[in-house]
């Protein structure tokens, strides 16, 4: 198979750690030795014995805690980044098609929404929404999803002065079939490139959120909240509370490998 | 000093990966001596250029062999060293003056650049220098050109600047790789005519590398004829055209002699495929671009348009196509009104039109199958699904020479530059047109691919009946297969006629200059052409 056969060793290493991963978010409950919410014992019990991991500061399984972080985590960084993509590559490649009111309305909204960081709106819009699982990930998809719109317009606009894409306008091809058929497998690239940046990014933003106490609602497990609940223990010189931070940074590091791979696979290069 | 000034021995230049570009090249040249190298392109003649002044391009690697400059082996030398050489000793004239220009320095910068480098004068003697150049090259107000920006001249001028910064350190050897390709034929001829007398009058040698016979013909002494890296013969001029040894330099003098015969005009009675009527077009407010053009395009026919770039042949074919809408005038298909405006056309006349681009690696899709590609039309316009499209596009590969079960799958990028236009022109036929327009289709190609192309195209017409708009600044091509010609200037048709009368008996002005500017496998067809100019 072509993804498999020359594959270099970081990305086979990237997809390995994707698929486990994905594995502990899809089997979660049946993997983690404990409840997500459960109050098992003291609070802050050392490794070893019943809690591998130790428990945090209400006396939960640290591990069962790690499993569950990955569902929720990942699950909605996930999500997150699809509806951005969805939303930014299909209003940015209607734009570039459509130079003219429909281009400028969408720049211009795109450019005001740019302006201002992004941290900040998104406090500002969790705190008039509330946070909430379904209010996160459309917040962040749609602040997010200006970037993509921006790469989408730029690359179409590049492939639809083709030939090839005028001679389908000839042929009395209508726009969709032209931007599915004729420009979306030649931007494909650079959009594979930014998902695998996005979705590092939207990561980061959700463990960023939990970490300041407006990302998942406790109790539930998320790796940023737990950065942030086990922190006292660092100053006893305990490592526990950088395992969920070593778990986002492991997957990142996974995620961009494989998608350097993709896109030597899509920009159609021999070697 | 000896009077041997290049001596290359057995040169052999691969690519990292191993294909071989030379396979063993001898080549001597002496003093003030200018060799023609001409090929097919991959024949390894920029390499060969290159290699003079002991350069390879990036990705490529000297496997063996030697390149003696006035007696010092530039190969052997350190690369600080051998920089020495280049520009001062050596010195290179690109293809793309536009390209090889800083577009930020005005002209007389760069010219001064090389000769202060290298120590040869000081500014102020080197832009007296260029003056002296400029005005030799037959550049306007000589004192002043050099102020412009590369953007503010002419690409003909632009060239010869070119040429004249190569001069700036009087080299002994200059590398000419292809420098008129991209110039019309009415500028080509300038342009030739200043580099051949500056070579001459400052005694440097040349190496003019071209793929045209005609060219090289007037410009060099000897010529070295490479195809597949390797040497095919070499000769002096005079002697290689008149008795080409081997069969391949007889089959590239052969392609310019490609002449379809002359067809009886088709009954008056018949509609024309396509009649455009007073038709003028612009780009937004500005000038007009097309200034009441009326053409008959006879159905069955090939007509070719012929004239400079900006003479708004391809402006006409845009407002054929219904791209760009006229301000005024008529288009006919077959006697009817056909809707200016693209999206305002039905189905039936929008398939009657197709389009064959100059282009073909920007005209195909890179992440379609030529199944998809040529598929595309056939299940657009015709509604063929399954089997019938898998039969219908194997039939259209057939008639374009490529073998079906091979090709089916491929990709563009997997096809040669010839190839790839043929499949352009499988997806105009796969709509089963009647007028297919052609525009500039065989002048990014080699000759001997061309020809393949045309005599493609006319077969095609013979078994379909379409018509043709051919537009080319090749009036070599529109010998080959056009019955009628229409000559265009600055946006107006300002002669049309049938083939043989354009050719032999036009008296329009513009036309005969057109004609008198194309090269002829003639020797001395530049000085007779430069004469008769003068005098008139």
Known sequence: ?271 | MTDLLLDIRNLQVATRLGAPILRGIDLSLHRGEVMGLIGESGAGKSTLGLAAMGYVQEGCRINGGAVHFDGQDLLALPEKQRRLFRGARIAYVAQSAAASFNPAWRLIDQFTEAPRLHGHARRAESEADAHDLYGRMGLPDPADFGLRFPHQVSGGQLQRAMTAMAMACRPDLIVFDEPTTALDVTTQIEVLAAIRSVVRDLNSAALYITHDLAVVAQMADRIKVLRHGEEVEEAPTGRLISAPQKEYTRSLWAVRNLTRPARPKPAETNHPALRLKGVTASYGRKMAVLRDVSIDFAAGRTIAVVGESGSGKSTTARAITGLLKPLSGDIELRGRALPAALRDRTKAELRSIQMIYQMADTALNPRQTLREIIGRPAAFYGGLRGAALDARVRELLAAIELEPGQFIDRRPGELSGGQKQRVGIARALAADPEFIICDEVTSALDQLVAEGILKLLMRLQEQTGVTYMFITHDLSTVRAIADSVVVMQKGAVVDQGSRDHIFQQSTHPYTRRLLDSVPETDTDWLTRTLAQRGRG
Not at chain 1, 60 to 73: E, H, K, P, Q, V
Not at chain 1, 152 to 163: G, S
Not at chain 1, 188 to 213: D, K, M, N, Y
């Open chain 1, 1 to 271: 198979m072509r993804f498999w056969h020359p594959m270099p060793w970081t990305a086979r290493f990237g997809a390995v750690v994707i698929g486990l991963y994905a594995l502990l978010a899809i089997f979660a409950p049946w993997i983690a030795p404990y409840g997500e919410a459960e109050i098992l014992g003291g609070a802050f019990e050392l490794w070893g014995g019943d809690h591998l991991l130790g428990t945090d500061n209400l006396g939960r399984d640290l591990l069962s805690r790690l499993i569950w972080g990955a569902r929720n985590t990942i699950g909605i960084a996930l999500a997150t980044t699809l509806l951005s993509f969805a939303l930014g590559a299909i209003l940015g490649m209607a734009a570039a098609a459509n130079t003219g009111l429909i281009d400028q309305v969408l720049s211009r909204l795109v450019d005001v929404l740019m302006a201002v960081p992004s941290l900040l709106l998104t406090l500002l819009a969790l705190s008039v929404f509330g946070p909430g699982v379904l209010n996160l990930i459309l917040i962040i998809a749609l602040l997010d999803s200006t970037r993509v719109y921006r790469l989408a317009r730029a690359t179409t606009m590049n492939v639809i002065v083709l030939d090839y894409v005028e001679a389908a306008r000839l042929r009395g091809e209508g726009m969709v079939s032209i931007l599915w058929r004729e420009v979306l497998p030649n931007i494909s690239a650079p959009l594979i490139a930014e998902f695998g940046l996005r979705f590092c990014f939207v990561f980061l933003t959700i463990s960023a959120l939990s970490f300041l106490g407006l990302g998942l609602p406790p109790p539930t497990a998320d790796w940023g909240a737990m950065v942030k609940e086990n922190a006292a223990l660092i100053t006893f010189g305990d490592i526990t509370p950088l395992l969920p931070a070593l778990a986002i940074a492991l997957l990142t590091v996974a995620v961009n490998f494989v998608v350097d791979h993709l896109l030597h696979l899509a920009s159609g290069l021999k070697e």
